[in-house]
């Protein structure tokens, strides 16, 4: 129960703040295309309860990756519905790779205020939290980054690929919308290919943006995961 009240302590705050941030960013993109949709069903907001989605949050919780409820997009009113909805999908990725680097950024922060104080201090229990939550955060909005890029459709970069795509090809790719949630599923849990490609692209990534502190991000995510 400890360690779950600890792994919890550590994973909401950033987790939330990632799938949030993903979907607003698509919604506020949308409308300054011209679909208001999100904003008029209340989707336009920080309120993480707007758009969690509970099984995507359990998800992230306990795989360390997962989703929220998509947040609506009239492709209808948007002023060129096939090229504008690119940027649109691009923005919840985008968003997700700015949070990480600034997760980056914080990391490095936390790492140089805890070196001014002695070992033992007080002050390092109330810092080393962040630099927890910092190195998670890293590591979950590369995930959502990367993995909402995916070429497969609902997913984002399924969406850019239907949108650069001759119109063709694009219908054709529309088509696996619907069953793309379980071609995606089977990759992940029916194939090797988290293990052999997506895992390591990820972990590349974050060791990209933490640098020397890669050390802390991979204590952080055993700490979670492997305990």
Not at 49 to 78: C, E, M, Q, S, Y
Not at 93 to 99: F, K, V, Y
Not at 112 to 133: D, H, V
Not at 150 to 162: A, C, E, S, T
Request: charged fraction near 15%.
């Amino acid at each position: 129960m400890e360690h779950l009240l600890l792994k919890v302590s550590i994973m909401l705050v950033p987790a939330l703040l990632a799938v949030t941030l993903h979907e607003v960013a698509h919604g506020y993109i949308a409308e300054k295309f011209g679909d208001p949709t999100a904003r008029l069903l209340g989707r336009l907001t920080l309120n993480p309860l707007k758009h969690l989605d509970p099984i995507g949050t359990i998800a992230l919780l306990v795989f360390g990756f997962g989703w929220a409820r998509p947040v609506p997009v009239n492709a209808n009113n948007l002023r060129n519905a096939k090229k504008d909805m690119i940027w649109v999908a691009l923005a919840g990725p985008t968003a997700n790779l700015l949070l990480a680097l600034f997760c980056a950024l914080l990391l490095r922060v936390v790492v140089y205020i805890a070196a001014t104080f002695p070992e033992g201090s007080q002050m390092l229990t109330m810092i080393e939290p962040i630099g927890l939550m910092a190195a998670f955060g890293l590591y979950i909005n590369v995930i959502l980054c990367l993995f909402n890029l995916m070429p497969i459709p609902p997913l984002d970069g399924g969406r850019v690929l239907v949108g650069v795509l001759p119109e063709r090809q694009s219908q054709m790719l529309r088509k696996v919308e619907p069953f793309g949630m379980l071609v995606i599923l089977f990759l992940v849990f029916g194939t090797s290919i988290w293990r052999t490609t997506f895992g390591p692209a990820v972990h590349h990534v974050v060791g990209m943006m933490a640098g020397s502190h890669m050390n802390i991000v991979e204590q952080t995510m055993r700490l979670l995961f492997y305990r």
